[in-house]
């Protein structure tokens, strides 16, 4: 039989405190006891997640991923205690990087940032989190500065990445890094889209770029109430 583990005292936790708060104890118990409590949502302040050996691997990772889905901060930070303390998947890109997808998604990018910068080879996963939520929470020069990241890593930024992006290039007035997010837009075919050519008419207008505004608009196949009034058309 397991026994109970004092997470605070784990050497790993003491040199991230900000992102895991005052110790916890974990009881091992099924993981699929676990997983049905996140299906059914009980992920309130006094839920504790199970202890989960490396034979559950999988499904640990499937309770992170449950835990984005739901936005369950808690029930995910004591999940990577349970990572961080056991030893699993601790050198896992692909867990860290559905580590970063829980806390971005639960707006706490700090301790995104945290894991982040512990991932060796972050996936598209990843950094469309983090351009995503730095974006959302005004950091827009670390929006662009991770949305480079993925232009050097070679990776394809998804539509929500590139709504994000170009709200940073906005925030910063940010008109040459507008015009690298279009040329990303026509490369990956997403000119058709209506949003992101909003988004991109809007950029250039509030870049004091008209002409590149124009050509936006000229080449929209279709058009909706909020083309016609964005400010400065």
């Avoid at 030893?87 to 990018?109: F, H, I, Q």
Wanted: with cysteine; proline share 3%; net charge positive.
């Amino acid at each position: 039989m397991q026994q109970d583990i004092n997470i605070g005292q784990s050497p790993i936790l003491k040199r991230c405190p900000s992102c895991f708060g005052t110790a916890n104890l974990f009881t091992p118990t099924r993981c699929s006891n676990a997983i049905k409590m996140i299906q059914t949502q009980q992920t309130t302040d006094d839920v504790m997640i199970p202890l989960l050996l490396p034979t559950n691997f999988d499904r640990l990772c499937l309770l992170l991923h449950k835990c984005m889905k739901q936005k369950a901060l808690r029930p995910g930070k004591q999940l990577h205690a349970v990572l961080l303390t056991s030893g699993v998947g601790v050198n896992d890109d692909n867990v860290n990087s559905k580590l970063v997808g829980v806390y971005a998604s639960c707006s706490d990018l700090k301790s995104a940032e945290w894991v982040f910068s512990e991932t060796l080879n972050p996936n598209v996963f990843a950094l469309n989190w983090m351009v995503s939520a730095s974006a959302f929470h005004g950091l827009y020069s670390d929006a662009v500065g991770y949305f480079q990241l993925m232009q050097e890593m070679k990776m394809s930024p998804n539509l929500y990445t590139l709504y994000s992006v170009l709200k940073a290039c906005v925030g910063l007035m940010d008109v040459r890094n507008g015009k690298e997010v279009h040329a990303v837009v026509l490369r990956k075919g997403f000119d058709d889209d209506i949003l992101l050519s909003n988004d991109l008419i809007d950029m250039y207008c509030k870049c004091e770029n008209l002409r590149y505004a124009r050509k936006v608009f000229d080449k929209m196949t279709s058009r909706d109430v909020i083309t016609w009034t964005i400010s400065g058309h």
